[in-house]
């Protein structure tokens, strides 16, 4: 899949693990991580595969969140992001990176 970032902090940290800006800081393992789900994202062939992988549980929530699909991180946090087919071709937006404390807010 083709893997576009909403927001330049995203970009940053899986090019570069670390972006521009105190407020976008993460621990070494959170980027790391990070960067293997992002990896996962674009090596899939599909969104279908995503749910074959249990470790990301991945989820398409509703409500205020509806058109949003998620994957873990970690216990911590999940990467949102939307999901567009242009073609035979799945392009993802990755849209954020949150704390699962502020996950529902």
Do not use: W
Request: neutral net charge; proline residues 2%.
């Amino acid at each position: 899949m083709e893997i576009v970032f909403e927001k330049e902090y995203l970009r940053q940290l899986y090019e570069t693990g670390k972006a521009e800006g105190k407020k976008y800081r993460f621990q070494p393992q959170i980027v790391s991580r990070y960067q293997l789900r992002i990896k996962m994202l674009e090596q899939a062939n599909s969104i279908e595969e995503l749910y074959n992988i249990h470790s990301l549980h991945y989820e398409v929530p509703k409500g205020d969140k509806a058109g949003i699909s998620s994957i873990r991180v970690n216990d911590q946090y999940r990467i949102e992001f939307t999901v567009k087919q242009i073609s035979s071709e799945a392009v993802v937006t990755i849209c954020n990176i949150l704390e699962l404390s502020n996950h529902y807010k």
